[in-house]
């Protein structure tokens, strides 16, 4: 008999019946020790389906029907303190943030015992003891000094180990996993999910895995079950459904997760056009100075050489704080460099300043990560996307109008929407007036950051369709940067890998993702989860110990291949 | 933390410094001559004892040399003395700083111990009935001046129903002023606990306590309250500095010996001496209060005192 | 409201629901009415004063001296024989004045400060931001006394000192909701297009900043009211015979007995209009962000 | 003496202030007052304030009785050359300062020389005359020479602003703030400034000549004089009893005579004048129209009856009843009195009139509800086209502005309600001779009468100069009185308190006071 059996569970907002449910007559159940995904986009109430088994609701949500059976009884039925029996004792739950699901005023050891001393009632000592094990267990050395301090003290891997521990001492029968690595970095993400995998194996628990990534589920479901709009499109065998999808929603969703075997793109750099923007052995510091602050400056780009050629899409791969972003803003010139030189189509803009700076920078554009903050909120979209037309000065107002509306067509829009505002858009439509912002003044470069990943799938493939269009359209550079291999797989001409503001690999795409050399892009690309449960893998823990030559002495350039080289 | 505190501390000494400099320019902004006025209740002095008091005073002097002279004599902790009467005003000041400190301290303390648990409460129960009570009474109480309620207290328990004595400086004499001036405050502690809590409660950790099975109770006391504690003690701080203001309405409605009266009762004698060495009182009193808060705050805060 | 994805060629999945246009927002919660409708009387009340007082503010003799309130004279007379309501009408339009000049100044004075800062940065932030904490922290009665102490007492001047005590705080609010405006990517979009100082600072910044600073303004309102009567009750703001709250309800203790409503009136023509001020405020914080609700 | 704080001693003061505070015991008399003294050397302060604590602590050469003329008190008697320029005073033998030293010829010296003294001279020291040397004869003679006849020596030396200062203060640190030896009925404590002064009983007092009953030490041990400034709260205060004797709210005082629960006692012969004057050297006040205006268009008895009922009545001369040289007939001949229509008359003479007010500043000295009897003269005013704008002040500071006023050229016109409370009609020439005590009105024929005043030492003689003088005044609006008494002169007293009464220029007794305990 299953462990979890939910049945037509459904769940509003607010006492209103008559509003739309946002979980609808949702049936799911977990047998002992499977892994269960729960897959969907943002919206599709997976995760309010999840917290309802825990009784965890947000203030408004109501349960309206249904039934959650778990080992035989109904934990909707139960009062407060019955569920406070259940929660953490038989069902654990870990989140999303990690550096906001510790209590940053307690020492972690006071929040790993809590609940070992409610639900067992352990004396101190003996719950340090358990808590010291799990520690231990989930992979964080001298767990002993570890419980004395504080959750600003761990990073965001450590934190969700943490979690994992925390949930996992008292062996509950379930365990649900609310997109537990999305806000970590693939290789941090690849160790935790190993983590979650081996654990809840050893102890037998079931576990609820609630994730909108696709390889994700594809690494760790046993079952996967679909959701859209709050209601169950799909569920089945994770082979069978990625094998032979049987629902349009899923067919779709699967179609637009982008893989590792798709081709790149594969152009030699013969076939593009002259070089539109060159970076010469630029760097950057942050901190560092300052009356009272010790700490050396942080070296955020360190030295760092490349070029972009007309109509070619250059990806700049790196996890958080190597030091992508920030190259990206050097090269629009939103930062000065601390020595090098930026050159845009030829010339140098690296001390260009005022108004020549705002005429050259014209030929480079930018589009962001978070489509919601990108616009700005009380200029319409018709204002936002002729402002730069408006600035160059060149296009005589009068046809400002049409311009705009034929770039809101060229990004998929409606002229109609010049009169909109942002807050009526959606992030997909936002990211696309970010584009024909961007196209305004016809530049020869775009650097987009991270663009898509804020985005759902399903959005996220259109984007990257449209962005491909534009560029073979009229020989667009982009200077691509994100941290998703898959992504760069389907847009990327060359790839530069980045680390700790260094660039350590780059050449063609083909190359460095079918052959990679340095031992940081390997791991990156075993981290990076393929949505295929027939490749999966065991992977090797923890990081390659590349710091020697990452990080302390420059290292030497080697070429491995035509176009290709590494920093070794 | 220390350099936290190292920063505190040098921000302190700067706003001292400033004051500093804007207590000697005052004088000179002044309309009139200071020393005139001086006089001015004496009959028949001549030029010359002008002159001689206004040497006396440095005020014949280029303001920066003024600026040393007057920083020198700080350093002896002479402030002068006063126009009406020729009192020293350090001892002056000193004899009344305590007094206001204490209508302060007992004012917070009072509008603490009302502030913190209703708002507490009212974050806790936030969307009920109770709530919106207390939060309507909160800014009603806000919104009520405390000249008007201090009047109020003062005709009714002290003058009608002859319960508190009505001035002096009696221990009893206390209890007005600082009764006025926490009650008025305690209202905008609520408010401020309560929006501090609300913040803490809808955080991610609070969840995660939840889902370890922790009762409500324990939920509240040791994560929110724990975690709350941080802004509240921010608040006080601010909360402080409103006090020692109000202090210098509620001193002069309830005839309470601090420095506040004192200062305004220079403010109409004109007695520069006094009003300056009340500005540079004050300002030193509000600045090492605030670091003392800070310290606190640093140590409540492990990612400050672990920094 | 408009559901993007029905007129939408790309619908690209989530679509964030527009909003109820933003006076319904503030009237739709009975704070915000109560305190539009509050501050609706008063403000019609200073503006037709002269037609609404029956009697001159100032005219003595108007009734016989210290009689309570009756039929020609609704809140009594004071010790003059003046009729208390013609006085306390007049009043909110002192206090409006007083209100609105004091927090001017502050707003002005206090929004450009924080916008330069936030957006020069360097060492002039530095510069501003650390003088602005300075003042702060002589904290806002100590600054309006010291400047009465210099100017002297007058209405006028104690307008002025309020208003400059108030900067700091206009200034810091500025400072932190321009920064943030700043870091978003909207407006290094519009660096990158090319914008110049002028159109960063008035087009992007400022528009953006004005919500919070309405916010805080009105709040501001009350504040700046208080602390304008508290001056004139202690005597330091507005001169006989003005009919200033404050400086009213501070003349009238001396009758508590006799005449009770002398310091009644007064004091409630002041909590009333604070309190309007309070909760409109409030009302706007959070029609301006729903997400405040909470934080109210 | 020296001026200086070390931070030490504030230190210590701090410390003390923290002790607890002396509360009122039985044998304590308590008396609130609506302010504190300036100062407890006499040499430092004017305000009637602090001269009515110094009648407390010291002694004086002579006393004034109870229509106000100068009689024996520490001098037993003294006597003057025909010119006037020499007075020789007789002392009592035994009289004793609180330390115990006997206060003979030298403690009189003592308080002479610091009165001139260079440095730092006494804030009166134009009052005590042209002495040009004072002489120890022998302990109990003392001599003062002057360079000129000076009649109004006398009266001075009754009153407590030539209180006589022990030599035994000299050098002492914090004389006139923690330390104040006299020889008066009362020795000093301590004084927590702003709160509350406390004296004891000086057992060794014998009374001379002081307007008391007691002709030794007083009944009670101590007299607690606090500062409670809210009317309410001193009336408060006299109902629960916590306070003895204070000035009561006086739009009260009406009431409390009715209920008779508190015995009421007004001061008489209190020399208070309260008048107008004017910044002379600029219009449009430099024309005596103008201020002929102003007199005609106030009504004194309206407004005084309004604001004060009985307790205070109109002044019809420049120097106040009680004062040698007062005749209210006479004065009511030369003021001019209450006419609006002929106010307005001259003011259209001046070209001033509805269309075009005359915008004047009213300076008016802050309590004793002068702000209120001010509003009712600016309603008055307002009547005839006067629009003047009260600005309310401290008496110290609007001497200083009065000043200013008169020595600026140009500005808006000024007047002010001056008060000023003296023991003879010297006060004329301290206020009208050139170059006078506000740089005010002054003129050669002015002078030239008011030197006369202070040389003639016939009374008849005196008279007929201080009645031309006044004339002059008057009729040319100069200095128009409108009443007296002005300030602090009613006292509301427990009926347990006996014995409680106030020498002329209020003066209050404590020597006599007895409380009956009730119950």
Partial sequence: MALVDISDLTIGFGADETKPPVVDGVDISIGKGEIVALVGESGSGKSMTALSIVGLLPERGRVRAGRVLFEGEDLLAFDEAGLRSVRGARIGMIFQEPMTSLNPVLTVGEQLVEALIVHEGLSKAESRKRAVAMLERTGIDHAERRLRQYPHEFSGGMRQRVMIAMMMALKPALLIADEPTTALDVTIQAQILDL??????????????????????????????????????????????????????????????????????????????????????????????????????????????????????????????????????????????????????????????????????????????????????????????????????????????????????????????????????????????????????????????????????SVQAKILDLMIELQEADSLAYLFITHDLAVVRRIAHRVAVMRKGRIVELGAAADVLERPIHPYTRALIAAAPVPDPARRRERRHGMPETEGAAAGHPGEWRAVGDQHWVLA | MLRFLGQRAAMGLLTIFVTTIAV???????????????????????????????????????????????????????????????????????????????????????????????????????????????????????????FWLGLLLLFWLAVDLGLLPVAGSGPLNIVLPALTLGLSNAAIVARMTRSAMIDVMSQDFIRTAHAKGLSKGKVLRRHVLRAGLVPVVTVMGLQFTFMMGGAIVVENIFAWNGIGRLALEAIFQRDYPVIQGFILVFATTVVVVMLALDAVYALLDPRIRRS | MTDATETQVAADGDTRQGRAPFFLRLVRQPSGAIGLLIVAVLVVMAIFADQIAPYSPIKMAAGKPLTGPSADHLLGTDEFGRDMFSRIVYGSRLTMQIGLIAVGISLSIGTLIGLVAAYAGGFIEKLLMRSTDVVFSFTETLIALAFVAVLGPSLENAMIAVGIAGVPFYARTCYASALGEEGKPYFEASIAAGAGHGRLLFLHLLPNVVPTMIVIATLGLSNAILAAAALSFLGLGAQPPTPEWGAMLSAGRDFFNRAPWLMLYPGLAIALTVLAFNILGDALREALDPKSRERS | MSMRTRLTSALLALAASTAIPATASAGDIVWARYGDIDS?????????????????????????????????????????????????????????????????????????????????????????????????????????????????LIPFLADSFSSIICDSNEGKDGFGTSVAIGSGPWKFDSWTKGDQIVLEKNPDYENYGKLADNPGAPYEDRLLITTVPEP????????????????????????????????????????????????????????????????????????????????????????????????????????????????????????????????????????????????????????????????????????????????????????????????????????????????????????????????????????????????????????????????????????????????????????????????
């Fill in chain 1, 196 to 457: 979650l995998r081996e654990m809840v194996r050893d102890l037998d628990t079931s576990l609820l895995l609630i994730t909108h990534d696709m390889g994700v589920v594809a690494e760790m479901a046993d079952r996967v079950v679909v959701m859209r709009n709050g209601q169950v499109v799909e569920h089945g065998e994770c082979r069978s459904i990625f094998a032979a999808p049987q629902a349009e929603y899923t067919r779709k969703l699967l179609a637009a997760v982008p893989t590792l075997d798709d081709p790149t793109r594969t152009t030699t750099a013969a076939s593009f056009g002259s070089e539109v923007l060159r970076l010469a052995d630029v760097s950057r510091s942050f901190g560092g100075g300052g009356l009272f602050s010790r700490q050396a400056p942080l070296k955020a780009v360190d030295g760092v050489t490349l070029s972009v050629q007309a109509g070619e899409t250059l990806a700049l791969v790196g996890e958080s704080g190597s030091g992508k972003s920030t190259l990206g803003r050097l090269a629009m010139r939103l930062e000065t460099p601390d020595h090098g030189w930026v050159m845009v189509s030829g010339k140098d803009i690296t001390r260009l300043s005022g108004r020549g700076l705002r005429r050259m920078r014209r030929a480079i554009q930018m589009i962001f990560q978070d489509p919601y903050a990108s616009l700005d909120p009380r200029f319409s979209i018709g204002r936002t996307i002729a402002e730069p037309m408006i600035l160059e000065g060149s296009v005589p107002r009068s046809v400002v109008r049409e311009r705009v509306g034929a770039l809101l067509e060229r990004a998929g829009l409606s002229a109609a929407m010049a009169a909109r505002m942002p807050h009526e858009l959606s992030g997909g439509q936002r990211q696309r007036v970010a584009i024909a912002r961007a196209l305004a003044v016809n530049p020869q470069i775009i650097v987009a950051d991270e663009p898509t990943s804020a985005l759902d799938v």
């Fill in chain 2, 24 to 146: 000697t320019l005052l004088i000179h902004l002044v309309p009139g001559d200071p020393v005139e006025i001086m006089y001015a209740q004496s009959q028949g002095t001549t030029p010359e004892q002008l002159e001689a008091m206004r040497s006396k005073l440095g005020l014949d002097q280029p303001i920066p040399v003024q600026y040393v002279q007057y920083i020198g004599r700080l350093l002896e902790g002479d402030l002068g003395v006063t126009i009406r009467g020729q009192q020293p005003v350090a001892q002056l000041l000193m004899q009344r700083l305590p007094n206001t400190l204490a209508l302060a301290a007992l004012a917070m303390l009072i509008a603490t111990l009302i502030g913190v648990p209703l708002g507490f409460l009212a974050a806790y129960k936030r969307g009920t009935v109770l709530d919106g009570l207390l939060m309507v009474t909160a800014i009603a109480g806000i919104s009520i001046p405390h």
């Fill in chain 4, 40 to 152: 407890l050397d006499p040499h430092r302060a004017t305000s009637t304030l602090s001269l009515q604590v110094w009648s407390l602590i010291y002694d004086t050469l002579l006393a004034t009785d109870k229509d106000g003329k100068p009689v024996p008190n520490l001098a037993k008697s003294w006597e003057s050359n025909e010119e006037g320029t020499e007075y020789t005073f007789m002392l009592h033998e035994g009289a004793v300062c609180h330390d115990g030293t006997p206060l003979d010829a030298n403690d009189v010296k003592y308080t002479v020389d610091q009165a001139f003294d260079e440095e730092n001279p006494s804030v009166t020291k134009a009052s005590w005359g042209p002495i040009s040397a004072v002489e120890v004869v022998d302990p109990t003679t003392v001599k003062f020479t002057l360079e000129k006849p000076f009649v109004a």
């Fill in chain 4, 232 to 519: 309410q709260a001193r009336l408060a205060g006299l109902k629960t009893g916590a306070i003895d004797v204070a000035e009561p709210p006086l739009d009260d005082v009406a009431m409390l005579k009715e209920s008779g629960d508190l015995d009421i006692v007004t001061a008489e012969n209190t020399g208070q004048n309260v008048f107008f004057e004017f910044a002379v050297h600029r219009p449009p006040f430099d024309d005596e129209r103008a201020r002929k205006a102003v007199a005609h268009a106030t009504d004194p008895e309206a407004a005084i009856s309004l604001i004060y009922g009985d307790l205070s009545m109109p002044e019809q001369c420049p120097i106040s009843r009680g004062v040698f040289g007062n005749d209210q007939e006479f004065c009511a001949e030369h003021r001019p009195r209450y006419d609006p229509e002929k106010a307005t008359e001259l003011l259209g003479e001046l070209g001033y009139g509805p269309d075009n007010p005359l915008e004047v500043n009213l300076l008016v000295w802050t309590g004793g509800k002068r702000d209120k009897l001010a509003e009712v003269f600016q309603a008055q005013l307002m009547q005839v086209g006067i629009t003047a704008d009260i600005q309310m002040m401290d008496i110290g500071t609007m001497n200083a502005r009065v000043r200013q006023e008169n020595e600026n050229p140009e500005g808006k016109g000024s007047m002010d309600m001056m008060t000023w409370s003296w023991y003879d009609p010297d006060i004329l020439y301290a206020l009208w001779h050139s170059p006078g005590a506000y740089r005010g009105y002054t003129s050669p024929e002015l002078d030239a009468m008011l030197e006369e005043t202070r040389v003639l030492t016939d009374p008849d003689e005196r008279r007929k100069a201080v009645e031309e003088v006044m004339a002059y005044l008057l009729e040319k609006a100069i200095h128009v009185p409108l009443y007296t008494p002005g300030w602090e002169w009613v006292f509301a007293v427990r009926p347990e308190v006996e014995g409680f009464k106030v020498a002329p220029f209020v003066y209050p007794i404590f020597s006599d006071v007895k409380i009956a305990d009730e119950g």
